[in-house]
């Protein structure tokens, strides 16, 4: 990034103060603002400015409807009672046994072992005594 270009320092220099520069971006400029006395400078005028402009506006307390509602969320049941995923629970423990039976007796009927079956030959000669 070119940081001689004096327009993006103090881009980055408000997004710095106000914190909206996050990650590998920040850590960069941290240590820019190390090294390099303006950048450090630029920091000191967006925070100087910005805290001018939170004197100016007054605090405001929500509305006591807005503080029940984010109690109401924090307090939220669950998606699925405890009954519901026992169900699941059951459910898929069944399936996963029916499976295993399958592929048990899809295993047993394919590698069966070849049928041994009691043939005999016999050859008979002329007086029909065995040869």
Known sequence: MKYENQTLISQLAAEYVLGTLHGKARLRFERLAQERADVQQQIDQWREHFSSLDHAVQPASPPASVWRGIQKRLRAEPLYSAN????????????????????????????????????????????????
């Open 84 to 131: 519901a995923m026992r169900f699941w629970q059951v459910l898929s423990g069944f399936a996963s046994t029916l499976a295993i039976a399958c592929l048990a007796f899809i295993a047993v009927s394919v590698i069966q072992p070849p049928i041994q079956t009691d043939e005999r030959i016999a050859l008979i000669g002329e007086n029909e005594a065995p040869l």
